[in-house]
């Protein structure tokens, strides 16, 4: 059998960029008219997902120091991207000496951080072992520790990663609907607040729900747990097609440009690279490197 799984780890790091340079655009502006504004310009949540990759592929897998080094390296150089608060504090805090596993438990009065910033990121995780659950597990939740602490937060980037890793064996199978892939993910996490996401998000996609009640009840925001199954909901909404999966997740508004890396990252990762939209990957900012990091995140299985 014709193995495509490379096509699909290029779907997934060139669709989190596309959907991010989409619903960048397409912030507060609740326009429908998504061919016109995308500029392929990306913001910090392609900015770090590269940093995952770069760090995983150098190490040939994890290495906390040096992800958070690569992060710090990056944050530097393009300080502009589009960062929230938390992140640049802590390269700040690593930067005087905290140890990288340490100095996020500090953030939000020492809560944490439970914004999506990990999950955002983590897509190359969910590559790099798609078909090892419980190393994908320690993973998303170590490099998520860098910066996310909170357990909303973590647990958002497991499960985004895991939904990446789902999407990609999905594609290598007929059988799969939407109802199996929340299930799976049900049979994947004990949070209760993602189980109770997961239980709304079946009754929405059986129901046909508006946009209205999809954010209502999944959320649209900068929390994790107010964005991941937001956008694996898009995802399985629109599951026959890439453009209109992140057409969809942008127009929800709120944290567009989230929602739209993580329903890119999925539906990339579920169609492979040749789904995406050629005008869109055509103006893509650093395709070509992104692309080489696919490469080398498939190279490395
Ligand atoms: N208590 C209260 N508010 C919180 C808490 C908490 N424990 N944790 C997070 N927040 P941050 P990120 C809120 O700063 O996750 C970029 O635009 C708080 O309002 O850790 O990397 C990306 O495109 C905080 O400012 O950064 C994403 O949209 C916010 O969550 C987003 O930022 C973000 O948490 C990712 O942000
Ligand atoms: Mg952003």
């Known amino acids: 059998m014709f193995d495509d799984t490379r096509s699909r780890f290029l779907g ?21 008219d998504v061919e016109s504004v995308f500029d392929g310009r990306w913001t910090d949540d392609t900015h770090m997902m590269i940093g995952v990759a770069e760090s995983l592929i150098a190490n040939k897998g994890f290495n906390g120091n040096h992800m958070a080094q690569t992060f710090i390296k990056n ?14 504090k802590v390269f700040r805090w690593i930067k005087s000496g905290v140890p990288w596993d340490e100095a996020a438990k500090q953030l939000f009065g020492g809560a944490g951080s439970y914004g999506n910033g990990a999950a955002m990121r983590v897509a190359p995780v969910g590559l790099l072992y798609y ?24 647990e958002g980037a ?14 290598q199978s007929s059988e799969w609907d939407s109802y199996e892939f929340l299930e799976k993910l049900m ?3 004990s949070n209760e607040t993602y189980r109770r996401k997961l239980k709304k998000a079946v009754e929405l996609l059986k129901e046909g ?37 992140v057409t969809y997740a942008v127009n929800l508004g709120g944290d567009t440009d989230t929602i739209g890396a993580m329903t890119g ?22 395709r070509a490197y992104i692309e080489k990091l696919a490469e080398d995140l498939w190279a490395l299985k």
């Open 12 to 32: 997934c790091l060139i669709g989190c960029a596309v959907g991010d340079a989409l619903g960048c655009r397409l912030e507060g502006l609740a326009s429908l």
């Open 75 to 88: 944050y530097e150089q393009e300080p502009w991207r589009g960062y929230a608060s938390g992140p640049p």
């Open 131 to 154: 078909d090892d659950t419980e190393k994908l597990r320690f993973v998303a939740h170590a490099q998520s520790m860098i910066t996310h602490t909170h357990e909303l937060g973590t």
């Open 158 to 171: 497991v499960i985004q990663a895991y939904s990446v890793a789902l999407a990609v064996k999905a594609s």
């Open 187 to 189: 049979g994947f996490t």
């Open 209 to 245: 729900a508006d946009r209205h009640k999809v954010v209502k009840e999944l959320g649209n925001s900068v929390e994790a747990h107010n964005s991941v199954l937001t956008a694996v909901y898009c995802f399985l909404r629109n599951w026959g097609n890439f453009k209109d999966a």
């Open 265 to 286: 990252a999925i539906s990339g990762a579920y169609h492979g690279v040749e789904a995406i939209p050629e005008q869109w990957r055509n103006k893509l900012e650093r």
